[in-house]
């Protein structure tokens, strides 16, 4: 029988937020007389031929390190990885001082609504297309939890619906009271969410999700509009792979966080039989190399290789 409890003793390892922070600027005199084709400034060289990421074994690394392969104008570059607070660490540090920078980055994500940032176009297609998070649950909750299934079936939202609550969150609010307020000044998204269910008396729901930002806020947002139907919540942080296992084995009652179908298509490979897919509940969530607007840059080809 799957051990729930061990592995939530496997999560301290995601958990980390080193906040190591690589420099990436250049003095005037370099900026002036760096330059590329086309009379461009020569990011490459400033930033030392280096794409600032997050974990090792994260699909946007893991995609940045083949762009590097792939793209001639990337010949020479290094993906270096930290984590995902040292990447926002950095990019804030850059866009205060105006610097060149270029990291892994993904949407939904609370730095697109606290600075102004641009994806660079990606012709080769090595970051694939748009995903979408999906909702999971076990099999069996329609008929045991019929208001729970049909709550979790009909949430859906925006990316600046949830962008808005992670940037909340980042400027620290506590996620269960980002999401409260969220709530509070959504309340007709809420009640679609709703709509057709009955409040219950303390039926007990367990919702599972991996320790991202997306994830942390949208399980909150989700297991708040649950107590206020009435249920008694429980929210498990997990990894990637414990989290579908726990649901396909039907230990927990779902979660929101099934990102498809790049960055967990395996894991739904090996799990899709044994559990149910509620869809979508966002759209044109979205991975790929991410610098400021300032940056004269707009293509991935742009930049130029080492020499």
């Not at 390892?13 to 084709?37: F, I, Q, R």
């Not at 992670?166 to 959504?186: R, S, V």
């Not at 007709?188 to 219950?200: A, L, N, P, R």
Request: charge should be negative; hydrophobic fraction near 40%.
């Amino acid at each position: 029988m799957f051990n729930l409890n061990l592995k939530r003793l496997g999560i301290a390892a995601g958990l980390s937020l080193t906040l190591v922070a690589a420099g990436c600027g250049s003095s005037e005199e370099d900026s002036s007389n760096a330059s590329g084709g086309e009379g461009e400034a020569n990011y490459g060289e400033q930033l030392d031929y280096t794409i600032t990421g997050i974990e090792a074994g994260a699909g946007v690394v893991a995609a940045s390190q083949k762009a590097v392969e792939e793209y001639d104008s990337l010949a020479g570059w290094e993906v270096s990885t930290s984590s995902s607070g040292a990447m926002a660490t950095a990019l804030g540090d850059a866009i205060e001082n105006e610097e060149p920078i270029v990291v892994t980055g993904w949407s939904p994500h609370w730095k697109f609504e606290k600075y102004d940032l641009k994806y660079l176009k990606d012709p080769k297609g090595v970051f694939g297309e748009a995903e979408k998070i999906k909702t999971m649950v076990r099999k069996g909750l329609e008929e045991d939890k019929p208001n729970a299934y049909k709550i979790l079936d009909q949430f859906k939202w925006s990316s600046k619906d949830i962008q808005s609550v992670m940037l909340n969150i980042n400027e620290g609010t506590a996620p269960e009271e980002a999401a409260k307020a969220w709530i509070k000044e959504n309340q007709d998204k809420v009640s679609s969410w709703t709509k057709g269910t009955e409040k219950v008396d303390g039926t007990s729901v367990e919702l599972v999700y991996v320790n991202w930002d997306t994830e942390i806020a949208s399980t909150n947002v989700v297991a708040e509009v649950l107590k206020q139907q009435g249920f008694n919540v429980t929210i498990t942080p997990l990894n990637n792979g414990p989290m579908w296992e726990a649901v396909a084995e039907g230990e927990v009652t779902g979660m929101v966080a099934a990102w498809l179908p790049g960055t967990h298509g395996d894991l739904y490979a090996e799990y899709k039989d044994s559990l149910v897919d509620l869809g979508p509940n966002l759209k044109g969530a979205k991975i790929g190399l991410v610098v400021p607007a300032y940056m004269d840059v707009e293509s991935i080809k742009d930049l130029q290789p080492k020499e």
